[in-house]
């Protein structure tokens, strides 16, 4: 049944002492919804020399013990900064991260802006790890839900191949960032709808367009026919996703659950549900069944918190593997 491929097993533990010391990190959109919980983890996680920076207009703010700075290309390419984790918009990116790598940091960047970059590692430690010492200065963290889905998919490639993905997406108010939130808390219960919040890129949104050259980049398979549908859904936090895969070899249900069971990164629950996954770093993973549609295909669920593993974590973990990579040199 194995294919040989195997998916990375790296840690996802924060590192130890030794191996962060005197990291400089700096948050650059520190007091959006990503940023805030990139700052509480950094915290969590042992991180200490950690700066804050935003906007002119967030400049001052208080965060904790944290004043925030404002992102001018100067105060990013003073030197004075190991490690730059973004996540600003993909203009503002562009803009900024040259000037963090001119003044030495590497960049890991949560926008859309160098994902599909020649050169730009696009990473998700559990996947593809082993590709992130690739990086000429910028490392790309996948879109929030191109991650759990290519956590799900990769034990499937490595066991049977993959034929064909279909992914319908329900997509949390934190996904469009905090005023979307505060929106949704404001809105009566009796307003609330789904919402396709995203650009066109021809047919597609932009958002299904992402996720297919994303899974296709991130695990390797250049040509493997990925499909989605993206709706935005009333709910606060967390992302949940519907696949049906097709697989090159036959796969039982009893199986997949196996694999996805002992995958890293990954829980198995009989009813994943956005609430369930937010606080968590696993994606849960449910509904495993046979997909009737197809010859040999599978239906399952899965839920993940878009602000941790789908954006923070996934960025913090990037660099941890770094840090754990260079301490062993
Ligand atoms: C969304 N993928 O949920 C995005 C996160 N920026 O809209």
């Excluded at 020399?49 to 906007?55: D, E, M, Q, T």
């Excluded at 696993?282 to 839920?303: C, N, Q, T």
């Excluded at 960025?315 to 593997?321: F, K, P, T, Y």
């Amino acid at each position: 049944m194995f294919r040989g491929r195997s998916t990375c097993h790296l840690y996802t533990q924060p590192v130890s002492v030794a191996e962060r010391e005197d990291v400089r990190i700096g948050v650059v959109g520190a007091t959006g919804a990503v940023g805030r919980v990139t700052l509480e983890l950094l915290r969590e996680r042992g991180h200490e020399l950690v700066r804050a920076f935003a906007s002119t207009r967030s400049a001052g703010t208080r965060l904790g013990d944290l004043i925030v700075e404002e992102a001018t290309p100067e105060a990013l390419s003073a030197g004075d900064l190991d490690v730059c984790l973004f996540s600003v918009g993909a203009p503002a990116s562009r803009e900024l991260v040259p000037h963090a790598v001119r003044g030495g940091a590497l960049c890991i960047d949560k926008s859309s802006a160098f994902r599909l970059g020649e050169g730009v590692p696009l990473v998700v430690p559990e996947v593809n790890g082993e590709r992130a010492s690739e990086h000429s200065g910028i490392l790309a963290n996948p879109n929030c839900c191109s991650i759990p889905l290519a956590m799900v998919l990769a034990p499937l490639r490595d066991a049977v191949g993959l034929r064909s993905v279909r992914v319908a997406t329900y997509q949390s108010a934190a996904g469009a960032g905090s005023q979307a939130m505060q929106r949704l808390r404001d809105e009566p219960v009796d307003e609330h709808d789904l919402r396709m919040d995203w650009d066109f890129d021809g047919v597609e949104l932009d958002e299904e367009s992402k996720i297919r050259a994303e899974t296709q980049k991130i695990l390797e398979l250049p040509d493997l026919p990925v499909s989605a549908t993206c709706v935005r859904v009333p709910v606060l936090v967390g992302h949940a996703e519907a696949l049906w895969v097709e697989t090159e070899e036959p796969l039982e249900p009893e199986q997949a659950r196996l694999l996805l069971g002992e995958a890293p990164g990954l829980r198995l629950e009989q009813f994943p549900s956005p609430r369930d996954a937010t606080g968590l770093d696993e994606v849960l993973v449910g509904r495993i069944r046979k997909d009737h549609s197809a010859e040999s295909g599978l239906a399952l669920f899965f839920a993940c918190d878009n602000l941790r593993k789908g954006a923070a974590l996934n960025a913090i973990q990037i660099v941890e593997l770094l840090l754990r990579s260079r301490a062993a040199a």
